[in-house]
T-cell receptor, first 114, second 112 residues
């Protein structure tokens, strides 16, 4: 049971380049989330999904797109990267049902945009 | 939406002393309050949580208290140790919502 995994761990992009971050979970969780973490600003929600085929905007969605074609995967895309998107990105998942609420985080992706 | 405020932003304590972090929330419908610990370069991990039908919960050296009337909850760490040095985040989840609202975090440093 790997939990929540993220690919890649590190990436350096030039301004204007595109990339996709992959999040995978093997816990059969319904809900998945993408956050960015910047120094002194805590965790800010970018997009989230409440089930396969559904996505919704979070607090800071501009410049990002997401897709959830399979229940276990949640992809975060940057179509045209900007230096302001330099951050650490965390994916998380949580389950539906009794006792729901806890989010399980992936190890993070450190992205630098030059 | 829910708004969570967390204080203090930094906290330095002597090893063996207690540490207290306080959070307030705005949505009276919130009913789940987790605390996450994030060590340097690592992912946030749940250390303790409390639901709105409980006023206090303990797990060894950590405890969380909840005051629904005042809409605030606190994390208490007793007999602090160097490995307690980390960033701690509080969060709140409104009923029938899917999104946790996080506080801005508290950097705790335990001095040897």
């Amino acid at each position: 049971n790997a939990g929540v995994t993220q690919t890649p761990k590190f990436r350096v992009l030039k301004t204007g380049q595109s990339m996709t971050l992959l999040c995978a979970q093997d816990m059969n969780h319904e809900y998945m989330y993408w956050y960015r973490q910047d120094p002194g600003m805590g965790l800010r929600l970018i997009h989230y999904s409440v089930g396969e085929g559904t996505t919704a905007k979070g607090e800071v969605p501009d410049g990002y797109n997401v897709s959830r074609l399979k229940k276990q995967n949640f992809l975060l895309g940057l179509e045209s990267a900007a230096p302001s998107q330099t951050s650490v990105y965390f994916c998380a998942s949580s389950y539906l049902g009794q006792g729901y609420g806890e989010q399980f985080f992936g190890p993070g992706t450190r992205l630098t945009v030059l | 939406g829910e708004n969570v405020e967390q204080h203090p932003s930094t906290l330095s304590v002597q090893e063996g002393d207690s540490a207290v972090i306080k959070c307030t929330y705005s949505d009276s419908a919130s009913n789940y309050f987790p605390w996450y610990k994030q060590e340097l370069g690592k992912r946030p991990q749940l250390i303790i949580d409390i639901r709105s039908n409980v006023g206090e919960k303990k797990d060894q050296r950590i405890a969380v208290t909840l005051n629904k009337t005042a809409k605030h909850f606190s994390l208490h760490i007793t007999e602090t140790q160097p490995e307690d040095s980390a960033v701690y985040f509080c969060a709140a989840l409104p009923a029938n919502d899917y999104k946790l609202s996080f506080g801005a975090g508290t950097t705790v440093t335990v001095r040897a």
